[in-house]
């Protein structure tokens, strides 16, 4: 009974796939980059982010650079990952 049911299924499936390609879903992609942040505004999780402020103190002494400090008080923040 399942290789029938399998065997009347299986024909279907490329006629599933070649409907979903419709104009609706195509709006919904422009809409979709119409709202998706652009490299520009993602540029804060391009920053070389240290793990921890030792790490970071560590670095600022050999590169000569401050080091600034965010700190996250949440139960799920985590800045780096953009969730915070």
Do not use: N
Not at 1 to 9: E, P, Q, S
Not at 53 to 79: S, W
């Amino acid at each position: 009974m399942k290789r029938f049911l399998t065997a009347l299924v299986l024909p279907l499936v490329p006629a599933a796939i070649i409907s979903a390609q419709t104009p609706k879903v195509q709006s919904v992609l422009e809409r979709y980059s119409d709202f998706r942040p652009q490299a520009d505004e993602l540029a804060m999780y391009q920053i070389d982010w240290a793990s921890s402020l030792q790490e970071a103190q560590k670095r600022a002494l050999l590169e000569k650079r401050p080091v600034f400090l965010v700190i996250i008080h949440a139960q799920y923040g985590d800045l780096t990952s953009g969730h915070c």
